[in-house]
């Protein structure tokens, strides 16, 4: 079987939006994808413009499986709370190959802003 993904990511534009208007709350996501038979353990690194690196968020996913880990809830990160409208970047380090994507939804405005990409 020929297994997708990579072990390191980075994601260098997260900043999570406030919630908004609309039903649709603000938030940030990181969707995590296993394809392998193993479980990855990922540790989670973030880097801030002003103060150093905060290291202490674990993730797992299980094999064959998806999963989406919310910025905006601390029980997705570890427990540490993201402070909203502060640039910050992360960095994904996994046992395995997994695939990552980053999602933002901005909707302070009327209009609704959501946008997605594949981290690096």
Same mark, same amino acid.
């Given at each position: ?5 990579? @072990? &390191?990511? +980075? +994601? ?21 994808? !296993?394809?392998? !038979?193993?479980? /990855? ?15 202490? +968020? ?13 910025? &905006? ?10 402070? @909203?409208?502060?640039? =910050? /970047? ?7 190959? +997994?695939?990552?994507? =980053?999602?933002?939804?901005? !909707?302070?405005?009327? !209009?609704?802003?959501? =946008? ?5």
């Amino acid at each position: 079987m020929e297994v997708c993904g990579k @072990k &390191n990511w +980075i +994601i260098p534009d997260c900043e999570l939006p406030p919630e908004g208007e609309g039903e649709l709350k603000g938030h940030e996501s990181v969707i995590v994808v !296993n394809d392998t !038979n193993e479980v /990855a353990h990922i540790k989670v690194k973030l880097f801030f413009t002003d103060r150093d690196p905060y290291t202490d +968020i674990e993730w797992t996913v299980e094999p064959q499986r998806v999963r989406c880990f919310r910025m &905006n809830q601390p029980a997705d990160m570890s427990g540490y709370v993201v402070e @909203k409208e502060l640039q =910050y /970047a992360m960095k994904l380090e996994s046992s395995t190959e +997994i695939v990552v994507q =980053y999602g933002r939804l901005d !909707n302070r405005q009327v !209009n609704l802003a959501y =946008y997605t990409t594949l981290a690096y």
